[in-house]
T-cell receptor
Framework: DQQVKQNSPSLSVQEGRISILNCDYT??????FLWYKKYPAEGPTFLIS?????DKNEDGRFTVFLNKSAKHLSLHIVPSQPGDSAVYFC???????????FGKGTRLSVIA | GEEVAQTPKHLVRGEGQKAKLYCAPI?????VFWYQQVLKNEFKFLIS????????ETGMPKERFSAKCLPNSPCSLEIQATKLEDSAVYFC?????????????FGQGTRLTVV
């Protein structure tokens, strides 16, 4: 039973436009959410996170939105750049150092 | 070190052989996590440590898999009598001590191929 779902396996966006990656979760005990970016043959790299007490967190071109009632979060990248092309994983955890639960990832391609 | 170091990068084992993977967490991080990624699929949690103590082993297969984090040594994940289905990339991650809900930093992974 998948607790974190990324329903779009891939997304293509033109350079300079907005990329929106979506993630849904089912476990209401999750209270911390993270996005990781992964290039081939490398480990995931932390990108941005959000606590359940917030509904938005921004860091430069990256913004994460959290809708707790819908159990949905999204990552916005604007403007998108070719270097953003990677697989993006949504992850969630409960309190304490509980293991992260990952989605299956969305492959983003930013076309120049 | 400033990054999570995993060795080896690639490991090929014949079915039935033993495989041993190593992970050196970031200095000062006291939590270590092991994840398995099969066929570029989602990351499956295996086990976590708080310093040298097992913290959570709910994802660890009951047979053939074992892991340790001993003082002054890299952490290790060992698979006895490997099977074809063990072929995957094994990622290690570490995170800060005493911080609730903090991000984990990942190593580059060890690709295990069982033939």
């Amino acid at each position: 039973d998948q607790q974190v779902k990324q329903n779009s396996p891939s997304l293509s966006v033109q350079e300079g436009r907005i990329s929106i990656l979506n993630c849904d979760y089912t476990n209401s005990m999750f209270d911390y959410f993270l996005w990781y970016k992964k290039y081939p043959a490398e480990g995931p790299t932390f990108l941005i996170s959000i606590s359940s007490i917030k509904d938005k967190n921004e860091d430069g071109r990256f913004t994460v939105f959290l809708n707790k009632s819908a159990k949905h979060l999204s990552l916005h990248i604007v403007p998108s750049q070719p270097g953003d092309s990677a697989v993006y994983f949504c992850a969630a955890s409960g309190t304490g150092n509980t293991p992260l639960v990952f989605g299956k990832g969305t492959r983003l391609s930013v076309i120049a | 070190g400033e990054e999570v170091a995993q060795t080896p990068k690639h490991l090929v084992r014949g079915e039935g052989q033993k495989a041993k993977l190593y992970c050196a967490p970031i200095k000062g991080h006291s939590y270590v996590f092991w994840y398995q990624q099969v066929l570029k699929n989602e990351f499956k949690f295996l086990i976590s440590f708080q310093n040298e103590n097992v913290f959570d082993e709910t994802g660890m297969p009951k047979e053939r898999f074992s892991a340790k984090c001993l003082p002054n040594s890299p952490c290790s994940l060992e698979i006895q009598a490997t099977k074809l289905e063990d072929s995957a990339v094994y990622f290690c991650a570490s995170s800060h001590r005493g911080q609730v809900n903090t991000e984990a930093f990942f190593g580059q992974g060890t690709r295990l191929t069982v033939v």
